[in-house]
């Protein structure tokens, strides 16, 4: 019987300083496919030198973006990966000696998640597993055009090998990413129903850092570990801000 075949999507936008090392961490994939949205910062060039496969597709969404990736994509298996992501050995140790044999149809991977320079070990982070491996055929991203899910027919089975998530390299460059994504988020809640107001965000705010630091036991990570739910509860309350604000200008505060 022939050993499967994998194939590694990743979508891109001015990533040059993430996408070499996560390209490293999947060279030895069956193929790895790339689709760029307008990066100007090198990003292209230096997947180039990974892969034939580097598509130039307008920006859609994540869901769709990624979607337009699995579409290209041929081999067997299909591992979704972001930028900032690397594949670990152990990780792709078990892949080699999983899939020939598996009856599932994808897979969850826990994540090990770097925030400003350390692995964190407990708080939010910790315990995070994520669909991201599936057989061609058997799943699709849905069109959300952030936190987009994959969607699988058939048995999901976990991986114990892990994905390396290089998330934040500084406090300023989360508060870039949580503005992005909180505004995203806000505008996929409103659009499907979701309601806010401004004590509405305050609560999810505190209850956020509540959850991160003490419930999730962040405490044990120390300052890192207090800094990170800090931001997690800014990043929520963000989120639960914008939302409030579309709420009022549609006048439906409630």
Known sequence: MAEPTISVIIISRDEAEDIEDCLRSVAWAHEIVVVDSGSTDGTREIAARWTDQVHEVPWQGFGLQKNHALDLASGDWILSLDCDERVSDSLKDELQRTLGTTDCNAFLIPFRSNYCGRFMRFGEWSGERKLRLFRRGAGRFDDA????????????????????????????????????????????????????????????????????????????????????????????????RYLASMCRTAGSPH
């Open 145 to 240: 055009p952030v936190h987009e899910r994959i969607h699988v027919e058939g048995r999901t089975g976990r991986m114990q090998g892990r994905i390396l998530h290089y998330s934040v390299r500084t406090r300023g460059e989360m508060r870039d990413k949580s503005r992005r994504y909180a505004r995203l988020g806000a505008e996929s809640a409103f659009a499907a129903g979701k309601r806010a107001t401004r004590s509405t965000a305050l609560a999810r705010g505190g209850w956020a850092f509540i959850r991160s630091f003490l419930l999730k036991g962040g405490v044990l990570d120390g300052w890192k570990g207090f800094t990170l739910s800090i931001d997690v509860a800014s990043a929520t309350h963000q989120r639960y």
